[in-house]
């Protein structure tokens, strides 16, 4: 029982991997393999149920369809997995630029060396074939000059001059002889008709008849006209082969002898040695200085290159009609050729002083020599792959080792090069990396820091909306930074009596709100103490003369708002003019230094009536200075119009119109400076 459950948990486990794998697929990647799998199913059902319908080919094919591509996928992605390591593509890549071209090269020289082989047997053959057409040439000039037909004919008798190794081809010389209407032939010209058509005194060259082609030479004195060829057969083929180190083929190389045997055999002597040559097998029979084994003669047939695999074939220059002597228009007389590299070397290098010995020694010399350059450049090639895979590896190490956290890892720099610069950059990087997240570790300490001190800044500030009696209060407040420098208070008194304070600190930050709460906390000190208006800016002042220079520039205003005597008196300690409505629109204007400074003078004061609906727009100059795209303010005259134009709407509804024109003009670009807004309305049954 114990092994059947843990062959059933390791049952369960495998079938979770699969599925994760599975789901880690994308959806097209899914899509495609079941598509595979209802195609073999479908070819499998088809091909069992209904072998030949139409159903059955149309998955197959299908199935076709769906295995190439799959296939090609599958080759990259295990091209992928086996060249994921630099080494390996290295290593690739030396085969490619190192190995591959040699086997290319050695395939182009063995091309070029089996076309220069044939083309040499070729030029060898045609040298032949030329002193056999010249021989017949000057045996038609002797008949055709000869007194009469009896004279041409005793010349022909003597047949043509030609070398000892060709004697044998004398056999197979045919003739035409015409002199007036006396027509004397060959016994194998029988049935020729005589080339009556030539007009000059000499033609050569190849000529067809019916399938025959004849390597021809003619000649005409007067009437007298001597026509001397010889047909190409095996038989001719056999005596241009005879005693040759190439073979000669005619008739698509049927030369076999009316016993059924190849005939074609001979002995040909290059230099000291003696060839022997039976059909395609060639034998190295003796030599004046050694013997060679049997076993050894055996193993030499066998090989390429003593082996006849050199096929060639020599195209003639043009072919005519023995009838016109015409050319016959998209036809040549092709002869086949066929040698053994030994063969042809061994006549290439044929000397009485050995000198291909000499030569051959020199070019194994020169590839022994080639090739220790070249195993030490292979040497030399695999340990800088080595190199460069050992570096690959350290540096893959080491990203791992930063990916699972450990910031402190170094790698080892062994190597002045672009490799070991990497190693360098990469633990300078790491080094970076570790002082950024002690930076960012600790901008996210200030970070919280400045959040709750943005939330006891937040809370030091009143409430957004007050009422007090026939008094509502409605304000904004937006710092540019997490924490802002504007402050406003309120400060209800006795029924229908309201006492505002609205101030700017100079900067932003964290200082600036400290400041901004001291300000606060002396305010509000002062005035539970009594002190109001001009008394109060005064005592701040003196407050914050008492601070370090660059903290202690503050706007104040103070606005002392009773609805029921309807007036309001508003002390300015350099900060934007109040606006009030209630019929036309007022801008207070009370110049004055801002608290921080030593005064002269006491800060002013006005006392204005109110008219019933009157409304008071305290503001900071974050508002009137807020820039657009191009750097223009939104402005006092902006302000104005936007108060008039909503002079209609209550008193709820004018302060988001007024953030709504603000976003107009900047176009929602971030402010620069904090924005307090604060609208005190004053109730409509003030009278």
């Not at 450990?406 to 190597?415: M, Q």
């Amino acid at each position: 029982m114990p092994s059947a459950d843990a062959s059933a948990v390791v049952s369960a486990s495998r079938w979770q991997g699969l599925r994760r794998r599975w789901r880690r697929l994308s959806r097209w990647t899914r899509l495609w393999w079941a598509a595979g799998l209802v195609l073999v199913a479908g070819d499998l059902v088809f091909s069992a149920l209904a072998s030949g319908s139409c159903f059955a080919v149309l998955f197959t094919v299908c199935l076709w369809m769906w295995l190439v591509p799959s296939a090609l996928y599958g080759l990259y992605w295990l091209w992928r997995k086996v060249t994921y390591r630099v080494g390996v593509r290295l290593f690739f890549s030396y085969l490619l630029i190192g190995v591959l071209p040699f086997p290319l090269m050695l395939g182009l020289a063995a091309f070029a060396s089996y076309v220069l082989m044939g083309q040499y047997a070729s030029a060898e053959l045609g040298d032949v074939m030329r002193t056999v057409q010249e021989a017949l040439t000057r045996l038609a000039a002797e008949a055709a000059e000869a007194g009469d037909a009896e004279a041409s004919l005793e010349v022909l008798g003597r047949g043509p001059a030609l070398p000892e190794n060709l004697a044998g081809m004398t056999a197979f010389v045919d003739w035409i002889v015409v002199a007036g209407d006396d027509v004397r032939r060959s016994d194998a010209a029988a049935g020729l008709p005589p080339p009556t058509w030539m007009e000059q005194d000499a033609d050569q060259g190849l000529f067809r008849y019916q399938d025959a082609s004849l390597i021809t030479a003619l000649a005409r004195r007067g009437d007298r006209l001597a026509a001397v060829f010889v047909r190409l057969r095996p038989e001719v083929a056999r005596q241009f082969s005879a005693g040759r180190w190439y073979q000669v083929i005619y008739e698509d190389g049927d030369e076999d002898g009316e016993d059924g045997k190849d005939d074609s055999g001979f002995r040909a002597q290059v230099g000291d040695k003696t060839y022997t040559w039976s059909g395609e097998e060639k034998t190295e029979e003796t030599t004046t200085e050694e013997t060679k084994a049997a076993g050894d003669d055996e193993s030499l047939r066998r090989r390429l290159w003593n082996g006849r695999s050199i096929f060639f074939i020599r195209i003639s220059p043009e072919l005519r009609r023995w009838s016109d002597g015409s050319t016959i228009a998209g036809e040549q007389h092709g002869t086949f050729i066929r040698t053994s590299p030994a063969e042809v070397t061994a006549d290439f290098f044929r000397s009485p002083y050995e000198i291909r010995e000499v030569l051959w020694g020199l070019f194994l010399g020169l590839c022994g020599f080639f090739l220790l350059v070249y195993v030490g450049v292979v040497g030399l090639a695999a340990y800088q792959i080595w190199a460069i895979t050992r570096s690959t590896a350290r540096l893959t190490y080491g990203t791992r080792q930063v990916q699972a956290g450990a910031l402190g890892y170094r790698i080892p720099v062994r190597r002045r090069d672009q490799l070991g610069d990497l190693a360098v950059a990469f633990n300078r990087m790491t080094e970076s990396v570790a002082g950024m997240l002690d930076e960012v570790a600790e901008k996210e300490r200030l970070k919280g820091e400045l959040e709750l001190a943005r939330e006891i800044q937040q809370s030091l500030l009143p409430s957004r909306h007050l009422e007090h009696g026939a008094i509502k209060v409605h304000a904004y407040f937006r710092p540019a930074a997490e924490v802002g420098g504007d402050y406003f208070d309120l400060f209800p008194l006795e029924r229908g009596r309201l006492l505002v304070t609205v101030g700017d600190v100079a900067g932003h930050g964290l200082s600036t709100g400290l400041l901004m709460a001291m300000v606060k906390s002396a305010v509000a000190t002062l005035v539970q103490e009594g002190h109001r208006g001009a008394d109060l800016l005064e005592r701040v002042n003196q407050f914050m003369l008492q601070q370090p220079r660059e903290h202690r520039m503050v706007t104040l205003a103070i606005a002392d708002v009773d609805v029921e005597a309807r007036t309001v008196e508003i002390t300015n300690a350099a900060h934007p003019p109040v606006f009030i409505s209630g019929g036309a629109v007022r801008e207070v204007m009370l110049p004055a230094l801002p608290i921080g400074f030593p005064w002269r003078r006491r800060p002013p004061t006005a006392r204005l009536e109110l008219a019933p609906g009157s409304r008071l727009v305290f503001y900071s100059d974050g508002l009137v200075e807020a820039v657009d795209g191009e750097g223009g303010q939104f402005g006092y005259e902006r302000l104005r119009a936007s108060i008039e134009a909503q002079a209609a709407v209550g008193p709820e509804e004018l302060l988001p119109r007024l953030l709504a024109d603000l976003e107009r003009h900047t176009g929602g670009r971030p402010l620069d400076d904090d924005l307090t807004i604060l609208i005190i309305d004053c109730g409509a049954g003030a009278v």
